[in-house]
């Protein structure tokens, strides 16, 4: 993730010129990345613990496990003290966006578990749980929902920088969306190292 977003800000077109507009912005998104690692880390908890309960993935929780993820988007807002910068939260936006990727880990933390012996790596559970096209589609997506999230919070920011704000977000969105494929590519193939074993 924090890979994800080094890139996507690089690749922001007039980042300079908004930088300029919006200094304090890049401090949020840095705390931003961090809880959203957070937030990756909690559903994988929660998925890994259902797993191990022997719950179908279909019976868990979705919403319980989206309420959970409030509470760490909550403290990340306590945290955040900008002057003329506050953020009020509509989670009706994108819960189902959230809720989308929260299921979609949910079930990769499934089949990666499905396939782990005690005496598997990590590199080798995914091999045997997916083909590298399949992983390289897995992580793309999720970067897909993780994109359309951060595009949402435009609407939700309320500040007299709020067209300036939006007007990033969209650019950030473009970039994160133009750079999320080859990171997924990238990733999966180190991964496999050339390696292609599916069970």
Request: with cysteine; hydrophobic share 40%.
């Amino acid at each position: 993730m924090h890979e994800f977003s080094r890139r996507s800000l690089l690749g922001l077109n007039d980042h300079s010129i908004l930088s300029a507009t919006l200094s304090f912005f890049s401090s949020y998104l840095e705390g931003n990345v961090k809880k959203e690692v957070d937030k990756d880390a909690l559903i994988i908890r929660e998925a890994a613990q259902a797993y191990a309960s022997e719950r179908p993935a279909c019976d868990l929780d979705l919403e319980e496990i989206f309420e959970k993820t409030k509470t760490i988007d909550q403290a990340f807002l306590n945290r955040l003290l900008i002057p003329s910068f506050t953020l009020q939260v509509r989670y009706s936006d994108f819960a189902d966006i959230r809720i989308q990727r929260i299921w979609r880990i949910a079930r990769t933390v499934y089949a990666l578990l499905g396939k782990w012996s005690d005496q598997a790596s990590f590199n080798e559970a995914v091999r045997y749980a997916f083909s590298e096209e399949e992983f390289t589609e897995v992580l793309a997506e999720i970067l897909h929902l993780y994109s359309l999230e951060t595009r949402m919070l435009g609407d939700s920011i309320r500040s007299p920088f709020h067209s300036a704000i939006q007007r990033y977000l969209e650019s950030l969105f473009q970039s994160m969306e133009s750079v999320r494929v080859d990171l997924a590519r990238t990733s999966a193939r180190a991964l496999f190292r050339d390696r292609n074993v599916h069970a």
